[in-house]
């Protein structure tokens, strides 16, 4: 699990809000046209949103558990709690999660598993005594 600390995570207000904003100044055909300009240049990007099916904060998930011994991969039940939107355009987004022991981690979609994910059903889960 990756907790370099430099991203600062973000409410899904706070991003929605943002979004809310962007929209509307890019609806204006002036904002649109430099938008795509510079699109094409490379110069213009923006964070995108978390998932429309992830309900942030408190998306049940089984996270995979970083400390697991020899090659088995195992998962922690857990909750997602804040979305981190990557910083730069090929950087990747990060999602807090609190595990049921109150750890957190910051770690990238391809960590966990929601109910609705093929593998949820089959991964293996730790047990509260840590096999």
Same mark, same amino acid.
């Given at each position: 699990m990756d907790d370099d600390g430099d991203d600062e @995570?973000?409410?899904l207000d706070t991003i929605r809000a943002k979004a809310s904003q962007t929209r *509307? /100044? !890019?609806s204006s055909p002036v904002h649109a046209t430099i938008s795509e300009r510079n699109s094409e240049e490379g /110069? /213009? =990007?923006e964070a995108p949103l978390p998932p429309e099916n992830l309900t942030i @904060?408190? *998306?049940p998930v089984l996270c995979r558990n970083s400390r697991s011994e020899g090659h088995t991969v195992s998962y =922690? @039940? !857990?909750k997602i709690m804040k979305y981190i939107p990557p910083k730069r355009r090929n950087g990747q987004a990060k999602y807090e999660v609190h595990f049921f022991d109150r750890e957190t981690a910051k770690v990238s979609r391809d960590q966990f598993y929601t109910c609705f994910d093929e593998g949820f059903s089959s991964c293996t889960v730790c047990s509260l005594d840590g096999s």
């Open positions: @995570p973000l409410d *509307e /100044h !890019a /110069h /213009h =990007w @904060p408190g *998306e =922690w @039940p !857990a």
